[in-house]
């Protein structure tokens, strides 16, 4: 199958039907594996990165979970192309800068996505829309268990799975899920949870944005350890943190619609007036200024069937998703005016933000609740 | 992405670094990179800013001068590059390995999945050996008939024979 099909469908994750799909947009499992009495291929010479390819791949692409699989070497892929992958999370910005001697096999639901020769033989990959970390490592799982009959991978009796990295041995799995936590952020209480977080060994950082910046108040938790604690010990422990942090989520809202109504719809309605009439746009913006029209279609502030909408243009106004769908490389200035544009259109027929019931309905919850309590403790 | 030191320019260099236990992702732009030693091996150890300080010390503690006779990889390489270079280098570092694992994970023995072939391997390994205790006993109660047929099986099973 060629990528342009695979990439005109939007993948499975950004279709946000999964499990608490509003708050947790991902969840991703990966697992580095390499093969015994192969150099990893960061330390191999090509020939023999071209080796562990061409015995890899094969076994990849006659998994049954890639039948209707896109497969392509590295250097058949053009720079845009590989961004473009990155920017849906198929391939890491790591493997994208591989050549000759690298590979990357996906399905055509975009759930499944194996490198091979990225900084490991392998990284099998699954990502789902939404909060299940259990649903995606069944299914890496499963993958890696038909290729370790295949492949012979190297494995050390106390060490568990050998990777080039020591943060990644044991386990070699890596679980995280994205989430989008504009309450947190708004309610200034994102930091004392970030903080609470890493203590636990889990960690957390801005998808996009550097240093303690998150744009579009995007986060990733993740785990770090991966020697020691059992596969499903990791999800557990994971699991458990991240329904924590959507509940913090969920109540900073209704303590933001209750008490700080005017700070939500200051800035939901900002948003909402820059997206629809802005002529230029910088990704950054367009991110931060997304998050707030998501938050409002969450709040009621817009109407459900809005939220599609809102979620494809995360992805679109992305660089490279915005210069293929132009077709051409475009320079920084142009690229912020095309993206102003295509807001401008997707959004022409967006109703005004309307936080009035949204806020009333909050108002009348706590009410409900309030009696509820006190009728308990009476 | 912008460059997590300047801010300013394009960011090219991706690390991810570990400090007091935190992952870390750090990006760099081509000039600050530089500027930082990351390009430049000699001045730097990759090792300590992708692992924490000191775990390139620790390394150097368990192995002097050793290399992977697999792959030809020293300890000095991975002070440069923070990885290993093969499966096999995990032996041959070993001394130094567990202190450095000690301290970015939970204990350094994995209790998670074992891969099929070697719990067939170790099925297999358990069997056999299960099969010679038998054999030695049929051979002290005299039961020759039996001993026979365990040596048939044991034959079966051991390294090179057909079907295993
Ligand atoms: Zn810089
Ligand atoms: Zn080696």
Not at chain 1, 15 to 20: E, M
Not at chain 2, 43 to 72: V, W
Request: proline share 3%.
């Amino acid at each position: 199958m060629a990528l342009h099909n695979i990439l005109t469908e939007s993948g499975e994750w950004l279709s946000g039907d999964g499990p608490h799909s509003n708050i947790v947009i991902s969840s991703r499992v990966r697992l580095a594996r390499n093969l015994r009495n192969f150099a990893f291929p960061g330390w191999a010479k090509k020939a023999d990165r071209i080796a562990v390819l061409e015995c890899v791949k094969p076994q990849v692409e006659s998994l049954p979970e890639m039948a209707d699989a896109y497969s392509a070497y590295s250097q058949d892929l053009s720079a845009l192309e590989k961004q473009v992958l990155v920017e849906r999370h198929l391939v890491s910005r790591e493997h994208a800068a591989k050549g000759v001697g690298s590979a990357v096999v996906m399905n055509r639901k975009q759930t499944l996505s194996i490198m091979i020769n990225e900084e490991d033989h392998l990284r099998i990959q699954g990502i789902r829309s939404g909060l299940q970390l259990r649903n995606v490592f069944k299914l890496v799982d499963k993958v890696d268990t038909a290729l370790g009959e295949k492949l012979d991978f190297a494995f050390h009796q106390q060490y568990g799975f050998l990777t080039a990295c020591p943060t990644n041995v044991g386990t070699g799995m890596r679980a995280s899920a994205m989430m989008h936590l504009p309450g947190l952020v708004l309610s200034e209480q994102i930091n004392q949870v970030i903080q609470a977080v890493s203590k636990v060994g889990l960690a957390v950082r801005g998808l996009y944005g550097e240093g303690t910046e998150a744009l579009g108040n995007l986060f990733q938790i993740s785990n770090q350890i991966t020697l020691g604690e059992k596969e499903d010990e990791i999800l557990t422990r994971l699991n458990k943190v991240i329904e924590q942090i959507l509940q913090h989520e969920v109540n900073s809202r209704a303590s933001l619609l209750e008490k700080k109504a005017v700070l939500l719809l200051d800035n939901i309605g900002r948003a909402f007036g820059i997206l629809r009439h802005a002529h230029s746009m910088a990704s950054k913006e367009a991110l931060n200024l997304l998050s707030c029209l998501k938050l409002g279609v969450d709040l009621g502030f817009f109407p459900e069937d809005g939220r599609l909408l809102v979620d494809q243009l995360f992805m679109e106004t992305q660089p490279a998703h915005l210069q293929k769908s132009s077709q051409q490389k475009l320079q920084a200035e142009e690229r912020d005016t095309l993206r102003a544009d295509i807001v401008r259109a997707k959004l022409a027929k967006f109703p005004k933000p309307d936080g009035k019931k949204a806020i009333e309905r909050g108002r009348e919850e706590r009410k409900e609740k309030d009696e509820k309590d006190s009728g308990a403790a009476a | 992405m912008n460059c997590d030191v300047c801010k300013q320019k394009t960011a090219t260099v991706f690390l991810t670094q570990i400090v007091d236990g935190k992952m870390q992702k750090v990006n760099l732009c081509e000039s600050c990179s530089k500027e930082k030693g990351v390009t430049d091996p000699k001045g730097f150890a990759l090792a300590d800013l992708l692992l924490g300080l000191g775990a390139s010390e620790e390394m150097e503690r368990g192995s002097t001068g050793q290399k992977c006779p697999m792959c030809g990889f020293s300890q000095a390489d991975f002070k440069k590059t923070g990885r290993f270079g093969c499966s096999n280098c995990y032996e041959i570092f070993a001394e130094g390995l567990e202190a450095m694992l000690k301290g970015m994970h939970k204990g350094t023995t994995h209790t998670g999945k074992v891969p099929q072939r070697l719990l067939k391997a170790r099925q297999h390994a358990e069997e056999l050996k299960r099969l010679q205790r038998e054999l030695r006993k049929a051979v002290d109660d005299e039961k020759y008939e039996t001993a026979a047929e365990l040596r048939d099986r044991i034959k079966h099973l051991e390294p090179g024979a057909a079907g295993v």
